[in-house]
T-cell receptor
Framework: AQRVTQPEKLLSVFKGAPVELKCNYS??????LFWYVQYSRQRLQLLLR??SRESIKGFTADLNKGETSFHLKKPFAQEEDSAMYYC????????????FGTGTKLQVIP | KAGVTQTPRYLIKTRGQQVTLSCSPI?????VSWYQQTPGQGLQFLFE???????NKGNFPGRFSGRQFSNSRSEMNVSTLELGDSALYLC??????????????FGPGTRLTVL
């Protein structure tokens, strides 16, 4: 069974401080991993995916297969980063079920 | 391209009633997934349809059902509503094939309130 765990429901950081949103997963094989973000009153949207190895809005996430983690990081938090963040997992390729974590609310304090 | 649309946006029902929610995916997307979003549980997967067939199903009771039409539009139905069914129901579409990497595009959701 595939599972995604986000241990923190709420993470509060000061503006300019580093951010790390934790995500651990359980999957037999090589999963595809994503981070989705939901800003206040907006739709849930894709932030980044591990296969692209990209940095979006200053956020990066590295897949650590040994620790089965996909933590989201940003060196300097901005107020506009305040949102709900969801880690998600699917099997490789298409035609796979996507499983979401329960989400972490990031609150950036001015 | 137009985004994922969901109708209605808001619904108020009473216990015991049934409800049907509709989702129109992005043009060309063949996969439609449904999620229940609540403050306590986050996003919980209901089911996914691809080419009119249910491919995946979450751990919800049989009162929750869905279907997909030949134009990829999807509906979900909840029968015998309970207070605990009050939630935001999200629909997401994806190409679900080739190099799409299963990126999901979400609709605005339907806010269901059960009284």
């Amino acid at each position: 069974a595939q599972r995604v765990t986000q241990p923190e429901k709420l993470l509060s950081v000061f503006k300019g401080a580093p951010v790390e949103l934790k995500c651990n997963y359980s999957y037999s094989g090589s999963p595809e991993l994503f981070w989705y973000v939901q800003y206040s009153r907006q739709r849930l949207q894709l932030l980044l995916r591990h296969i692209s190895r990209e940095s979006i809005k200053g956020f990066t996430a590295d897949l650590n297969k040994g620790e089965t983690s996909f933590h989201l990081k940003k060196p300097f938090a901005q107020e506009e980063d305040s949102a709900m963040y969801y880690c998600a997992l699917s099997g490789p390729g298409g035609y796979q079920k996507v499983t979401f974590g329960t989400g972490t609310k990031l609150q950036v304090i001015p | 391209k137009a985004g994922v649309t969901q109708t209605p946006r808001y619904l108020i029902k009473t216990r015991g009633q049934q409800v049907t929610l509709s989702c129109s995916p992005i043009s060309g997307h063949r996969s439609v997934s449904w999620y229940q979003q609540t403050p306590g549980q986050g996003l919980q997967f209901l089911f996914e349809y691809f080419s009119e067939t249910q491919r995946n199903k979450g751990n919800f009771p049989g009162r929750f059902s869905g279907r997909q039409f030949s134009n990829s539009r999807s509906e979900m139905n909840v029968s015998t509503l309970e207070l605990g069914d009050s939630a935001l129901y999200l629909c997401a579409s994806s190409l679900a094939g080739g190099i799409s990497y299963n990126e999901q595009f979400f609709g605005p959701g339907t806010r269901l309130t059960v009284l």
